[in-house]
């Protein structure tokens, strides 16, 4: 899709081209410590963000197509290029996982860094257990009441 000169591709387009594509939130751990309770709050706020798309997605085309100055039509199709997991769902084996459980995000994140690294654009690779030593599902699982 162009607008005024920009293309811009959904992550459906983009990973028909082998890149990687997702959106996670990431906070450093000292940070994290810190505050608690305010990581729990985004990370609450981010679900409702999701669940407001998942369920009421005419309204969500028009903040998009406002908030990026696009047509309807192409926000449209941003959207439907883009996979949106329900936080409850981030939480099973096929994504995050649990906090005793590492899920399959940590395969995508070492799958991505092999294949960043067969480009060039990273020195080297760890093993999957480094990955998934970045990952902790605590914060969702308190922000879904869990």
């Not at 649990?98 to 294949?115: E, K, M, S, W």
């Not at 960043?116 to 093993?127: A, E, F």
């Not at 030593?133 to 869990?146: E, H, Q, R, W």
Request: charged fraction near 25%; proline fraction near 6%.
């Amino acid at each position: 899709m162009k607008n005024g000169g920009e293309i811009f591709l959904t992550s459906g387009e983009m990973a028909k081209r082998g890149y990687p594509t997702w959106d996670v939130g990431v906070v450093m751990n000292e940070f994290a410590a810190k505050y608690p309770d305010q990581v729990v709050a985004y990370v609450k706020a981010e679900c409702e963000g999701i669940d407001y798309w998942l369920k009421h997605p005419k309204e969500t085309v028009d903040i998009i197509a406002k908030e990026l100055s696009l047509p309807a039509e192409d926000a449209e199709r941003m959207m439907k290029g883009t996979t949106i997991v329900p936080c409850p769902e981030q939480l099973t084996k096929d994504y995050l996982g649990t906090p005793g459980q590492i899920g399959q995000f940590a395969d995508t994140v070492l799958a991505t860094a092999t294949f960043l690294k067969d480009q060039g654009r990273l020195p080297s690779v760890t093993v999957r257990a480094g990955y998934a030593a970045f990952i902790d599902p605590s914060y969702l699982v308190k922000a879904l009441g869990k």
